[in-house]
């Protein structure tokens, strides 16, 4: 029976991301001393190990979810969110067994999450009381999402 | 003195107009006011807020709105016991406002309409049925006991969901206005897969209610789906075709809660 793995895609976009500003606006009437926030679409895939890397291919062929001109794609081999990142998610997630409609080989289930980072005047990461704060205000509604820090 | 309404435009929002005339057909002269207004929004006796996508559903539907400088005179409003009404998107900034169910400070939402289970955007007729006494909805006063409202459902995030504790509060305390029902009232399980097959929302004092499906977009006749008696009737009846019906008897409720109005 093959081993399973997990791999992190997480799409930023390299032109403005508009969301992010919106978000970046209502932090700021929030009184966060927030000075640049980054989101990014994060797919975390379970897939078997001998089939890991043709994942990563495919996912960098699939422009629904990644295209050269726009985004930035950082594959990680460590699912899971960064000191100085949130993902947010759906409690209630069900992971795809395809990705953007296409089947995989050995994928066993893929999820989306949303992936924020917000940096102070000096670009480094703000401290965590302001991305607890963040969250707790503003990025996650816990009736139906987690955050994941 | 008549009351004063205004419609609450956001950024993407995009039901105003036909919010603003289903209201006017029911008696009341409501003016639309943008966000960039939120100063001039205290002066209202009262507040709508219409569909559409604010901020483009930004972060979440309504998560934007309901930080936005407007929203402040609303959430006063709404503590201070003026009515205050949300259809779909405007039901969603309430519930990102915490001022529906309410059972939360503000701007601390305990509820959510979240993404619908099928995971897609749903538009399709529904019915939705009062399911609280109406004296438990001043802002309804006109509707009666287990009125039916024709709407559209027309949403990707209409689905109610919190913790399991938070629901058990929300029916024990009768916060679900609405549910979905058929043509004749009979509870349905709700298209988005909405806990407690909720469509609509009340908070504690009944003066702020959120309503996901659309009942503006079913409030004359010509509306209605083709196949309708009421519509079929109405062929060739110009003005048969334009009578307020429907989800008209939501707005007039409306306006019997502000003790003005009529249809016309």
Known sequence: MSAFVERAYVVTLTIPDNEAFTALTTLARLGLPVETAVRSDIWVATVEAGAAAALDLEVATIETIYNPNKHRLEVREDAGPRPGEVWITARDETPAITVAGRTVAGLRGIVRRTGWRLLDEGGGDVPPDVLAAATEQFLCNPAFQKALR | ?????????????????????????????????????????????????????????????????????????????????????????????????????????????????????????????????????????????????????????????????????????????????????????????APNGSALDAAGLVNRAGNVVAIMPHPERDAWTFMHRDGDPEKAAARGNTQAMLAPSGGMIFFAAFAAGLGVGAHR
């Open chain 2, 1 to 189: 003195m008549t009351p004063r309404v205004a419609v609450v435009v956001f950024p993407g929002t995009n039901s105003e107009d036909e919010t603003q005339r289903a209201l006017a057909s029911a008696g009341i002269a409501a003016e639309i006011v943008h966000w960039s207004r939120a100063a001039a929004l205290r002066s209202y006796d009262a507040y709508v807020l219409p569909g559409g996508f604010s901020y483009e559903d930004r972060v979440r539907a309504g998560a934007v709105a309901a930080h936005d400088e407007a929203m402040d005179a609303v959430i006063a409003g709404a503590n201070a016991g003026k009515f205050v009404i949300g259809i779909c998107n405007g039901a969603q900034t309430l519930l990102e406002a915490g001022l529906v169910p309410g059972t939360g400070p503000a701007r601390r939402p305990t509820a959510a309409f979240a993404p619908n289970a099928s995971g897609k955007f749903q538009s399709v007729r529904v019915h939705v049925r009062l399911v609280v006494p109406p004296e438990r909805v001043p802002a309804l006063a006109g509707l009666a006991a287990g009125a039916i409202v024709p709407a559209w459902a027309s949403h990707g995030e209409g689905r109610l969901a919190a913790s399991a504790a938070e629901l058990e509060t929300i029916e024990r305390d009768g916060h679900v206005a609405f549910v979905y029902c058929t043509a004749r009232g009979h509870r349905v399980a």
